[in-house]
């Protein structure tokens, strides 16, 4: 039985590209493994709270002289980080916002990248710790930025690529759902990428 792990960091709800991208993309995992478990984790309505000195505490203190303080402020990253270890296949949902991605897809982030846990260093350098899993980036953008003159302002595809590479997750395929503001491009511009879904088992 496969998992697959649904992150969604739209506030658009149902309206929103990345998000009916992301839903096409599980639907066709789940017919490629159609017993499958889904999890679908709305990062929105989750709110996880930005990294402050209580959490980065909690996160260099041993498991065994947590305080019940500290196990308060672990709490979110330990959900999240065991969600992801449990998932076989990660859909992320990444909606460009000002060239880069959604904060609450950021502080997500925050709380499952932590040393000795999801990576470590060694003396070959660092090392990702999650590692088996197949990753989908479901992205979405008003303009165009797979090509041209506004390629360079995508900071959203290499930034993940960078940061989930770094943890272990270095299987990821991207699909776009771009020019949605763009006429005659906005119309096709989700029907184009939800064409693009390619699933291998």
């Given at each position: 039985?496969?998992?697959?792990l ?9 309206s929103?590209?990345?998000?009916q991208l ?11 493994y159609?017993?499958s478990t889904?999890?679908?984790?709305n ?22 002289n947590l305080t ?15 969600q ?47 590692k ?5 980036i ?11 003159p ?7 595809v290499?930034y993940l ?8 997750m270095?299987?990821i395929?991207?699909y776009?759902?771009e020019?949605?503001?763009i006429?005659g491009?906005?119309?096709h511009?989700l029907?184009?990428?939800?064409g ?6």
């Open positions: 039985m496969k998992t697959i649904h992150l969604i960091s739209s506030p658009r709800q149902e929103s590209l990345s998000i992301g839903k096409a993309i599980v639907a066709q995992l789940q017919q490629t159609p017993d889904v999890n679908e984790v990062l929105i309505e989750e709110n996880f709270p930005h990294l402050d000195a209580p959490h980065l505490q909690s996160f260099f203190t041993p498991r065994e019940p303080a500290d196990q308060e402020a672990i709490r979110y990253s330990e959900r999240a980080i065991g992801l270890m449990e998932a076989d296949f990660i859909v992320v949902g990444a909606p460009l916002y000002n060239f880069s991605i959604h904060s609450a897809l950021k502080a997500w982030i925050d709380h499952i990248a932590r040393a000795g846990v999801t990576f470590r260093y060694s003396e070959q350098g660092p090392e990702g710790l999650v088996g899993k197949k990753v989908y479901a992205m979405s953008s008003g303009g165009v930025y797979s090509e041209g506004y390629q360079p302002y995508d900071f959203v290499p690529k960078a940061v989930l590479g770094f943890l272990g270095t299987d395929t991207v776009r759902a020019g949605a503001n006429p491009l906005k119309e511009a029907e184009k990428a939800i693009e879904i390619s699933i291998d088992a």
